[in-house]
């Protein structure tokens, strides 16, 4: 059975950082994709960073240079560390995995920026 559980949501004022986790379970972490997607009110969930088996890691032009997506696969977790954020980084953020052409996502959490 697949697991994603996310924490370190919370509110920030502009300018400020903020560190999410994604811890997962029932997959043999290592070997796969993970991602963080994002969610504003009113829009489409949308993909924010991607971390390849190898550790290469792809990210929306939005974030480029704020937002670093990393893991470790001893504790199967991985992570999304924000910088510099913005009000329109306003969003509840989802960590996902595909497994067998299924999507599983976790629980999200809130991220709020704002003064």
């Known amino acids: 059975q697949v697991q994603l559980v996310e924490s370190g949501g919370g509110l920030v004022q502009p300018g400020g950082s903020l560190r999410l986790s994604c811890s997962t379970s029932?997959?043999?972490?290592?070997?796969?994709?993970m991602n963080w997607f994002r969610q504003a009110p009113g829009k489409q969930r949308e993909l924010v960073a991607t971390?390849?088996?190898?550790?290469?890691?792809t990210s929306d032009d939005s974030v480029k240079g704020r937002f670093t997506i990393s893991r470790d696969n001893a504790s199967n977790t991985f992570y999304l560390q924000m910088n510099s954020l913005k009000p329109e980084d306003t969003a509840v953020y989802y960590c996902?995995?595909?497994?067998?052409?299924?999507?599983?996502w976790g629980q999200g959490t809130q991220v709020t920026v704002s003064s």
């Open positions: 996902n995995v595909n497994k067998y052409d299924i999507n599983y």
């Open positions: 029932g997959i043999f972490f290592a070997m796969y994709i």
């Open positions: 971390i390849r088996s190898d550790g290469r890691t």
